[in-house]
């Protein structure tokens, strides 16, 4: 091992901390969050403001415009993301929703690409993001195409399962339940684990011998679940009002189907 090597290991974590968050950070916050000495933060700062890859904010420092001539060309280079985009972008539009291509890196969800129409919902699964992979959608597809064995060597570096917003598996033993529903489903679900109010759906993209490489996830508010269904054309009306839970679920249903098709068709391309 070099010499340099620990300075790099920290670019790259003050790199990653960046592209967590929408807001410039300090040097101190990022000194104090990633247990960097002060004046090693701001060396490294200076030298990664010099290459472009951070900028000096009012209050604080955020990516650079480095960081999206990289990601343009890793985008040129990954056939995944690149056969994938137009996909998302038709999905997107026809739902009116954001979808999203994910990968699995250990326990982390790492979204690598992310299309949302005008009218779809805020949501923080921004490119270059990481999630806990067991908290959503996206996740719980890749992980449903393994054996046990396997998400538990995924999760050999997790001591304890993070919560969000006070939903989702808080051990193992609840995960391996979510796992075998999204494999009698066909594709995983996620209400509200990451964003309240918001509900995704997702399904792996497989390689040559089926294993899951991607997921195709998306995200759609739950109103919009209720008024999809509320559109079936089926007495989905409860009484005195309000939407039956038989037609909320085959609305979501549906945006499964969509979701599988689309993670079908990307397999095939990729194979």
Do not use: C
């Amino acid at each position: 091992m070099t010499s340099d090597s620990p300075a790099l290991r920290r670019a790259i974590a003050i790199l990653r901390h960046l592209a967590s968050g929408n807001r410039p950070i300090s040097a101190g916050a990022l000194s104090r969050s990633l247990d960097i000495p002060r004046s090693s933060t701001y060396e490294l700062l200076a030298v990664l403001d010099e290459q472009g890859l951070v900028a000096k904010a009012e209050t604080g420092y955020m990516l650079g415009a480095g960081v999206a001539e990289l990601g343009s060309a890793y985008s040129r280079a990954n056939p995944l993301q690149r056969l994938a985009q137009p996909m998302l972008v038709k999905l997107a539009e026809a739902t009116s929703g954001t979808a999203q291509l994910a990968v699995l890196r250990g326990w982390e969800t790492i979204y690598i690409a992310k299309e949302q129409a005008v009218s779809s919902v805020a949501i923080i699964t921004a490119t270059g993001v990481r999630m806990p992979a067991y908290l959503t959608a996206t996740g719980r597809a890749m992980m449903a195409g393994l054996s046990r064995r396997e998400v538990l060597a995924l999760l050999s570096g997790e001591s304890s399962f993070v919560n969000r917003t006070g939903v989702g598996p808080r051990n193992v033993r609840e995960l391996n339940a979510e796992l075998a529903a999204s494999r009698t489903r066909g594709f995983a679900l996620e209400r509200g684990e990451i964003t309240p109010g918001v509900v995704t759906v997702a399904a792996a993209v497989l390689d040559a011998v089926d294993r899951p490489v991607a997921a195709v996830g998306l995200s759609v508010q739950e109103r919009d679940v209720r008024d999809l269904g509320a559109g079936q054309g089926r007495d989905v009306r409860k009484p005195g009002g309000g939407l039956g839970p038989g037609a909320a679920e085959e609305a979501l249903e549906s945006l499964g189907t969509r979701v599988q098709d689309v993670a079908r068709r990307l397999s095939r391309r990729l194979r």
